[in-house]
């Protein structure tokens, strides 16, 4: 069988890029990220043997050829990486909207034997790319009548190949749960509205409260609404979800309401062109003096205009455009004649190929069931990503009145375990917030399982969770200890505070407790209730789920300090860094942090390594050192092997290096684990906890019997963790076949799949698995059934 697989097994060592040209454009407006997608293209380009091209200043220079076509070389794209914006250009083109543009445009290609086309833009870019490749045979055949193309170059270059990306901080794609430069501008955002609630939480006139409200760029739905779910916002307008009537005074009691919980801050975030349902337009200062006017409170105004455009690529945004770019090459050489202009983009945690016009006309259906104001309409086109987003912002923002809760008498406990992760507190907050709005009475235990067998548990209500959403650590409190040693004590705390469902967020310690707990239930029938575990840990190594919450704080910890360090031999020569990462056993911060810093080495455990493939990156670096790029660096797992220690390697490279480059080495230690946590942990935290919530509801439904909840079967005590594309809830008891418990990782990991990316991108010479490329899929239109297994 293992023969069988390895057999169909496709590599990408069979596609050559000899005799093949390709260009890289960016069109449109700039976005964090797309230097990295240029890069990848330019690297991964060359690394098959296809000379590849800039075209600089968009469509603009392709039409105006001359010195803005340039081929691009290895060292050109060197320090692109960690750049905002776009350093080849982007500009808006009449001309190219012309036939006679377009002509100029194919005349300039030829030339250059370029027909493989990268282009990096929105949707208005890549609907002109598609009309571009639709017209080719016809321009070539102009050109041919005018002279200024001959026979065989009409030949040679008769079909042009097209492969998009989607570079927008929008995310107003469809087709793709994330476009390239979206999380950065979400950081952006974060950054700004966690300043000014630290401002603002310092005021305390009795009569006043902040409010702050900030228009985003155009057709900001997404980050408007994002961004509220990840500061907690107390308001959010944006136009798919137009306010009925009577918002005003409901939106005011609401504010009044905080205001009488002693919350000294109220954020309302509004997207540019939010309206009512009467069409008319809700505008910032509209907002201002209605707060003004009807509750006297202070109240200011921040617009964030480009602000959310600039500023460094998040680790989230270098990543995904790394593995676009790389996808995207792949694309244009397995293309042939028939094969439709494609869009790579990214579904669940997977890469996957689409038909650009199926994903543009999608786009463009939801523009016009927004203007024919079929918002709901609208808002299922959107996507599932979107439709999620929507419904947990409204469960955690809403508070419902007593009266309108459900009738339950069901008591659910949250806790934290293991080490803490950014991005717990967020998790916590809303479970509690789905729990209440669920009807149950929820109870926090303090201190992990330690906290549990002391009785450390009382109930928490909705405002006692309030601003824990951009909160660093763990505030309930957590420990690694485990459950075993302390059974009786445990059970006689579930029996004493009658808790009828668990849900434990946190790391490997909290996957075994889960484990321990489900397989006493033989003995202790307070173990049998619904219990549910969400994986929260830096090092992303919990058997079941593909990301863990807090893994994306720690990777842009990472690629900030290797940044800096990088900068910091800006001005020295031939400088090399060793670089120490968390994790434990497992490889992941180190590997996916090195892809998203461009490491030249990592070492890992998953991949053993010997003194030969020391010797042999030195010699690399050394290489590498001859050319214009004379800095290198090297990632290593802090548990990648118990003898070559950083240490070691440190001495090693100093010793190999003499009179080549010098070493500095670095342990980034502790302050992985710290920091407020990013925005994909604030959402990732919020979204999969209220998933968690909503299944201990129902299971509760399904085991109440008798006037008491009775759960033992495989299936009511789950993981929930994300698997490719989807959310899913897995029996611990089928995971531990998937686990390697010595070392706490799980035996298969999908993020080694990334390392051979890695490698290329270092210029390393490497096999490549790319047998999840190359299927073209189709753009979904039905609304999928609602399962456990829905994307989250």
Same mark, same amino acid.
């Given at each position: 069988?293992?023969?069988?697989?390895?057999?169909? %097994?496709?590599?990408?060592?069979?596609?050559?890029?000899?005799?093949?040209?390709?260009?890289?454009?960016?069109?449109?407006?700039?976005? &964090?990220?797309?230097?990295?997608?240029?890069?990848?293209?330019?690297?991964?380009?060359?690394?098959?043997?296809?000379?590849?091209?800039?075209?600089?200043?968009?469509?603009?220079?392709?039409?105006?050829?001359?010195?803005?076509?340039?081929?691009?070389?290895?060292?050109? *794209?060197?320090?692109?990486? &960690?750049?905002?914006?776009?350093?080849?250009?982007?500009?808006?083109?009449?001309?190219?909207?012309?036939?006679?543009?377009?002509?100029?445009?194919?005349?300039?290609?030829?030339?250059?034997?370029?027909?493989?086309?990268?282009?990096?833009?929105?949707?208005?870019?890549?609907?002109?790319?598609?009309?571009?490749?639709?017209?080719?045979?016809?321009? @070539?055949?102009?050109?041919?009548? &005018?002279?200024?193309?001959?026979?065989?170059?009409?030949?040679?270059?008769?079909?042009?190949?097209?492969?998009?990306?989607?570079?927008?901080?929008?995310?107003?794609?469809?087709?793709?749960?994330?476009?390239?430069?979206?999380?950065?501008?979400?950081?952006?955002?974060?950054?700004?509205?966690?300043?000014?609630?630290?401002?603002?939480?310092?005021?305390?006139?009795?009569? +006043?409260?902040?409010?702050?409200?900030?228009?985003?760029?155009?057709?900001?739905?997404?980050?408007?609404?994002?961004?509220?779910?990840?500061?907690?916002?107390?308001?959010?307008?944006?136009?798919?979800?137009?306010?009925?009537?009577?918002?005003?005074?409901?939106?005011?009691?609401?504010?009044?309401?905080?205001?009488?919980?002693?919350?000294?801050?109220?954020?309302?975030?509004?997207?540019?062109?939010? =309206?009512?349902?009467?069409?008319?337009?809700?505008?910032?200062?509209?907002?201002?003096?209605?707060?003004?006017?009807? @509750?006297?409170?202070?109240?200011?105004?921040?617009?964030?205009?480009?602000?959310?455009?600039?500023?460094?690529?998040?680790?989230?945004?270098?990543?995904?455009?790394? $593995?676009?770019?790389?996808?995207?090459?792949?694309?244009?050489?397995?293309?042939?004649?028939?094969?439709?202009?494609?869009?790579?983009?990214?579904?669940?945690?997977?890469?996957?190929?689409?038909?650009?016009?199926?994903?543009?006309?999608?786009?463009?259906?939801? &523009?016009?069931?927004?203007?024919?104001?079929?918002?709901?309409?609208?808002?299922?086109?959107?996507?599932?990503?979107?439709?999620?987003?929507?419904?947990?912002? %409204?469960?955690?923002?809403y508070r419902k009145a007593d009266s309108e809760l459900p009738n339950s008498s069901f008591n659910v406990a949250v806790m934290n375990v293991g080490a803490p992760a950014a991005g717990m507190n967020a998790a916590v907050r809303s479970a509690v917030r789905v729990g209440i709005?669920?009807?149950?009475?929820?109870?926090?235990v303090s201190d992990g399982f330690e906290g549990f067998y002391k009785g450390q548990i009382k109930e928490i209500k909705w405002g006692d969770v309030g601003g824990w959403t951009g909160q660093g650590g763990s505030l309930l409190g957590t420990k690694r200890t485990l459950p075993?040693?302390?059974?009786?004590?445990?059970?006689?705390?579930?029996?004493?505070?009658?808790?009828?469902?668990?849900?434990?967020?946190?790391?490997?310690?909290?996957?075994?407790?889960? *484990?321990?707990?489900?397989?006493? $239930?033989? %003995?202790?029938?307070?173990?049998?209730?619904?219990?549910?575990?969400?994986?929260?840990?830096?090092?992303?190594?919990?058997?079941?789920?593909?990301?863990? =919450?807090?893994?994306?704080?720690?990777?842009?910890?990472?690629?900030?300090?290797?940044?800096?360090?990088?900068?910091?031999?800006?001005?020295?020569?031939?400088?090399?860094?060793?670089?120490?990462?968390?994790?434990?056993?497992?490889?992941?911060?180190?590997?996916?942090?090195?892809?998203?810093?461009?490491?030249?080495?990592?070492?890992?455990?998953?991949?053993?390594?010997?003194?030969?493939?020391? +010797?042999?990156?030195?010699?690399?670096?050394?290489?590498?050192?001859?050319?214009?790029?004379?800095?290198?660096?090297?990632?290593?797992?802090?548990?990648?092997?118990?003898?070559?220690?950083?240490?070691?390697?440190? +001495?090693?490279?100093?010793?190999?290096?003499?009179?080549?480059?010098?070493?500095?080495?670095?342990?980034?230690?502790?302050?992985?684990?710290?920091?407020?946590?990013?925005?994909?942990?604030?959402?990732?935290?919020?979204?999969?906890?209220?998933?968690?919530?909503?299944?201990?509801?129902?299971?509760?439904?399904?085991?109440?019997?008798?006037?008491?909840?009775?759960?033992?079967?495989?299936?009511?005590?789950?993981?929930?963790?994300?698997?490719?594309?989807?959310?899913?809830?897995?029996?611990?008891?089928?995971?531990?076949?998937?686990?390697?418990?010595?070392?706490?990782?799980?035996?298969? +990991?999908?993020?080694?799949?990334?390392?051979?990316?890695?490698?290329?991108?270092?210029?390393?010479?490497?096999?490549?698995?790319?047998?999840?490329?190359?299927?073209?899929?189709?753009?979904?239109? @039905?609304?999928?059934?609602?399962?456990?297994?829905?994307?989250?």
């Amino acid at each position: 069988t293992a023969q069988s697989k390895t057999d169909t %097994k496709k590599y990408f060592e069979n596609l050559s890029g000899a005799g093949k040209s390709i260009a890289v454009l960016t069109s449109g407006g700039d976005a &964090q990220g797309m230097n990295a997608a240029v890069r990848a293209v330019v690297r991964m380009g060359i690394y098959v043997g296809a000379k590849v091209y800039f075209i600089h200043e968009g469509y603009q220079g392709m039409v105006d050829g001359g010195e803005n076509i340039k081929e691009a070389t290895w060292e050109s *794209v060197s320090s692109m990486l &960690q750049v905002g914006g776009t350093v080849i250009g982007s500009a808006r083109c009449k001309e190219f909207r012309t036939h006679e543009g377009r002509l100029r445009a194919a005349h300039n290609l030829v030339q250059r034997g370029i027909t493989n086309l990268c282009v990096i833009g929105g949707d208005g870019s890549l609907t002109g790319a598609n009309l571009f490749r639709e017209e080719w045979s016809g321009l @070539l055949d102009e050109l041919l009548e &005018q002279g200024l193309i001959d026979e065989a170059a009409a030949s040679s270059n008769s079909v042009l190949h097209i492969v998009g990306m989607v570079g927008s901080i929008d995310n107003d794609f469809c087709g793709t749960d994330m476009t390239i430069g979206t999380d950065s501008a979400l950081h952006r955002i974060i950054e700004v509205v966690d300043a000014i609630m630290t401002t603002a939480q310092s005021r305390h006139k009795p009569k +006043q409260a902040a409010v702050k409200i900030s228009p985003c760029s155009l057709a900001t739905w997404y980050l408007a609404l994002v961004s509220a779910l990840a500061c907690g916002a107390d308001w959010v307008f944006i136009p798919e979800m137009p306010p009925e009537d009577g918002w005003e005074e409901n939106m005011c009691q609401k504010l009044s309401e905080n205001r009488a919980d002693k919350k000294r801050l109220n954020i309302i975030i509004v997207a540019e062109g939010a =309206i009512d349902c009467h069409n008319k337009s809700i505008t910032t200062d509209y907002i201002k003096d209605l707060v003004v006017r009807c @509750l006297g409170f202070d109240t200011r105004v921040t617009i964030l205009g480009h602000v959310q455009r600039g500023g460094t690529p998040s680790a989230f945004d270098r990543i995904l455009a790394s $593995r676009m770019g790389v996808e995207a090459v792949l694309a244009l050489l397995e293309a042939s004649a028939n094969t439709p202009a494609c869009v790579v983009s990214l579904v669940g945690n997977q890469a996957v190929r689409l038909p650009l016009m199926e994903c543009v006309q999608m786009t463009q259906e939801v &523009q016009k069931a927004m203007d024919e104001k079929k918002f709901e309409e609208a808002v299922r086109l959107r996507g599932r990503s979107f439709e999620n987003n929507l419904n947990t912002y %409204k469960l955690l923002s809403y508070r419902k009145a007593d009266s309108e809760l459900p009738n339950s008498s069901f008591n659910v406990a949250v806790m934290n375990v293991g080490a803490p992760a950014a991005g717990m507190n967020a998790a916590v907050r809303s479970a509690v917030r789905v729990g209440i709005s669920e009807g149950h009475k929820m109870f926090a235990v303090s201190d992990g399982f330690e906290g549990f067998y002391k009785g450390q548990i009382k109930e928490i209500k909705w405002g006692d969770v309030g601003g824990w959403t951009g909160q660093g650590g763990s505030l309930l409190g957590t420990k690694r200890t485990l459950p075993a040693k302390h059974m009786d004590k445990i059970a006689e705390q579930m029996r004493i505070h009658n808790i009828n469902a668990l849900l434990v967020i946190g790391g490997f310690e909290a996957y075994l407790g889960l *484990v321990e707990l489900s397989s006493a $239930r033989d %003995k202790y029938s307070e173990f049998c209730v619904p219990m549910v575990m969400v994986p929260a840990t830096v090092s992303n190594n919990i058997p079941g789920s593909d990301l863990s =919450i807090g893994a994306d704080t720690a990777l842009n910890a990472i690629t900030d300090t290797c940044d800096r360090i990088k900068q910091s031999a800006s001005g020295t020569k031939r400088r090399v860094f060793i670089i120490e990462t968390m994790g434990g056993y497992c490889g992941y911060l180190a590997s996916v942090g090195g892809l998203a810093a461009g490491a030249d080495a990592v070492y890992i455990y998953e991949e053993p390594f010997d003194i030969r493939d020391l +010797q042999a990156n030195v010699e690399h670096l050394t290489e590498k050192m001859k050319t214009s790029i004379q800095r290198g660096l090297v990632l290593r797992n802090e548990n990648c092997n118990e003898n070559f220690t950083t240490d070691f390697i440190y +001495q090693l490279y100093s010793e190999e290096g003499r009179g080549v480059f010098d070493c500095r080495k670095n342990v980034l230690g502790h302050m992985q684990q710290g920091g407020a946590p990013s925005p994909f942990d604030r959402n990732f935290g919020t979204k999969i906890a209220a998933k968690a919530m909503q299944w201990i509801t129902r299971k509760l439904k399904e085991s109440y019997k008798g006037g008491k909840v009775f759960a033992n079967s495989e299936d009511t005590a789950c993981l929930l963790g994300m698997r490719r594309r989807a959310m899913v809830f897995q029996p611990v008891s089928q995971i531990r076949d998937e686990t390697d418990f010595v070392h706490r990782i799980p035996k298969e +990991q999908w993020w080694l799949k990334l390392r051979p990316l890695m490698k290329i991108l270092a210029k390393y010479k490497t096999s490549y698995d790319v047998s999840d490329s190359g299927q073209l899929e189709h753009v979904s239109r @039905l609304r999928p059934k609602e399962t456990d297994t829905a994307a989250i």
